[in-house]
C-alpha cells in the first residue's frame, strides 16, 4: 500500500474551498468510479447521494440509473449541483442525514466525504435515517475520513495519523496558531489524547464505532475498501 497518504488522497479528492468559505473536498473521477463499480447501477435503480455537493456522483448517476435523489443542506452547494445537471430524472432536495426530508424507499443509498460532518451525538440517528428508506438487502455506500485499524494493535500508526489529519482538516491559521505549538515531538499520541483535546465533533471515528452505530440501526457490515489507513469505503447492507 502507498504509504505517502497526500498523493493517495490527491488520486481520488480535491481540496477546495466552498462558497461558504469553508476548506472542503470533493471527489474526483477515480472516487466516482470505485463507487460506481461497487454499486453496480442498474437502469432500473433509484439511487439517493446523501450530501451530493456539487452534483459529481449525482450527474453520473443519472445516466446510468433510472432516477437519482441528491440531498444537500447547502443551498449554494444545491444551486451549484442544479447548474451541473437538470436532467428530467434528476430530483435535488435540500436535506441532511439528520432529516433527509425525502421517504423514497430504495436499495442504493451513497454518501461520499460527508459523514464525518455530522454532529456525534447525530451519528446513530442519521444511520437509522438511511436505513429508514433502505429497502431489505439494500445498500449503503459510505465513503468518508474514518480510522479503519485498531489503534491498540498500532498506536505508532494511530499517532501519525492523528498528527496528520490534525495538519491537513484545520485551517491553516487555526493549526498554526494554536494546534502546532502544543503538539510535542516525544509524545506518542493515543486515543484518550484524540478525545481529550478535541471537540466532540471534531473527532475523528473508527470503523468499530462505525460498526456499533450501524448495528443500531439494523445496517450490517458487508464490505470494507481502505484506501489508505484513515479513508476509505464501506457498504452497509440492510
Ligand atoms: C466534502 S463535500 C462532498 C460533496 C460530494 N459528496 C462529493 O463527493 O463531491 C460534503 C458535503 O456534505 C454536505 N453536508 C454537510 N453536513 C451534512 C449533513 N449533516 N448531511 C448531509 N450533507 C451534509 C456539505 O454541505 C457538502 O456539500
Redesign the pocket.
Known sequence: MDTNWTRVLSGYVNKIV?PDGRQ????KKKLVDTLLELAELKDTDTVID?????G??TKICSELANSVIG????LE?LNKAKEHTDSVNVQYVQG???QLNCNQKTNKIVS???FH??SWKDKGKSLKNVSDILEKDGHFFLCDTMIMFNPEEKPELFDKVYRYLLKETTPDEIYTQYIEPCLNDNVTYSVADMIENTPEDNRFYFLDELYSWAKKADLKLIKTIEFCPFFGVVVLQK
Open positions: 466552498s472542503t473536498y470533493e471527489s446523501i450530501g451530493c455537493g456539487w459529481n456522483f440531498i444537500e443542506p447547502n452547494n441532511s442525514f439528520e461520499m466525504l460527508t460532518q455530522v
